[in-house]
């Protein structure tokens, strides 16, 4: 079955990696509904997707782009087995932790139904940063996340409702250019040969779409 398995939101905590002063990376399952709605735009709105999740780093984090974060358990997992620790929800920041849910094999603008009324779409995979790589204190994280093209998925709110863990996901559509997160993320991290394709599709952000343009391998 195709679940949520935890709801995770923000704990404050020092940032050691830049100027902005606290981080709300840090995240931990809570117990409860929480209400999950389109936020704004990144740097005015209301930040998170999620009522009582924190975001500090307005300039990167949030908006309406990047509402929701998940991860896939099953990637932990994975994980797990190769930095031989423990690695409980929420430590890579990610809002909701799935259950047999196949994020980074979405189709980017797919919609996903969370329980009765919650409607999300993936938009783009995480991108690592350097707060990222200071809170797991692993050499060369970033880098090493980021090859493993691994990224979870950012999401919009397409319809406001509530997420409670145990709450089923359901793919009610599928785009038919069939690009997934993965796919994109190599892309855009590993091989830009393939970012023509990539900015030919539909439901990219503007702003990410502006900077692959940029990207494009030059013509000889």
């Known amino acids: 079955m195709s679940r949520i398995l ?39 709105g209301l930040h998170s997707g999620l009522v009582g999740d924190q975001i500090f780093d307005i300039d990167h984090h949030g908006g309406d782009d990047r509402a929701v974060y998940a991860y896939a358990r099953e990637d932990y997992d994975w994980w797990q087995a190769r930095l031989s620790r423990r690695l409980a929800n929420g ?13 980074n094999g979405a189709v980017i603008g ?12 993936p938009v ?12 797991m204190g692993e050499p060369r994280w970033a880098r090493t996340f980021a090859r493993s093209v691994r990224p979870g998925a950012y999401l919009r709110v397409l319809e406001q409702g509530e997420v409670w863990a145990g709450d089923p996901v359901t793919v009610e559509d599928r ?3 069939g ?8 892309a855009c991290v590993i091989d830009p040969e393939l970012l023509p394709e990539l900015l030919e599709i539909d439901g ?4 990410l779409r502006e900077t692959l343009a940029n990207r494009l391998p030059r013509r000889r």
Do not use: Y
Request: aromatic share 6%; net charge positive.
């Open 110 to 121: 797919e919609r996903w139904r969370v329980g009765p009324r919650l409607v999300l779409q």
């Open 91 to 103: 430590i890579f920041g990610e809002n909701l932790t799935t259950e047999g849910v196949d994020v």
């Open 124 to 135: 783009f995979g995480r991108t690592p940063g350097v707060t990222f790589q200071r809170m």
């Open 179 to 186: 690009v997934t997160i993965a796919q994109a993320f190599r």
């Open 204 to 207: 990219l952000p503007d702003d």
């Open 6 to 44: 935890s709801v995770n939101l923000a704990v404050p905590a020092r940032n050691p990696a830049t100027g902005v002063g606290l981080t709300g990376i840090c995240k931990r399952p809570v117990d409860h509904l929480v209400t999950v709605r389109a936020p704004g735009p990144m740097a005015t």
């Open 175 to 177: 785009p038919a250019h």
